[in-house]
């Protein structure tokens, strides 16, 4: 299911995605609405579900999260039951900032943000050691992070 966008709603989420915070003010302005038809734009855009949040992102090194992990999940069958309970499993876990369900060599890739090595080491053990349905896990560690964006390219 996808929604119509038009020049100007892909305008507007442009600098939305940029700026969550600007003013209806602002935003028409730059959008060349007046302010009611921009309002009422934005309000459109989100009761849709085409803006599905709108949040602050913290810088994790700022709060102490300085390793990014990126974990490869291999489970022993393809069985959906298995699949829905792990996702399930990650859902609970705070250090995993993504979970993805992918084709190909592995069932599952993670991206954890953590403290520490010891912090990454009680996860494992916590969640994904324990895992009777889980085949194998590699452990990516990120050296640093050259780009990261949660822009939508539109």
Not at 100 to 106: A, F, N
């Amino acid at each position: 299911m996808s929604f119509e966008l038009d020049r100007i709603d892909r305008n507007i989420l442009n600098i939305l995605q940029k700026d969550s915070r600007i003013s209806n003010q602002s935003l028409a302005e730059r959008i060349g609405l007046s302010p009611p038809a921009c309002l009422r734009r934005v309000r459109k855009l989100r009761e849709s579900g085409v803006i599905m949040a709108e949040v602050a992102l913290i810088n994790p090194r700022l709060v102490g999260r300085y390793i990014n992990i990126i974990v490869e999940v291999e489970m022993v069958r393809d069985q959906l039951d298995i699949y829905d309970a792990f996702k399930r499993k990650m859902d609970t876990a705070p250090e995993v900032t993504q979970c993805y369900q992918v084709t190909g060599e592995v069932d599952f890739l993670l991206m954890l943000l953590v403290e520490d090595m010891e912090s990454y080491e009680a996860f494992t053990r916590k969640y994904l050691a324990t895992d009777t349905n889980l085949s194998k896990f590699r452990t990516l560690i990120s050296l640093r992070r050259d780009k990261f964006s949660t822009a939508i390219p539109l």
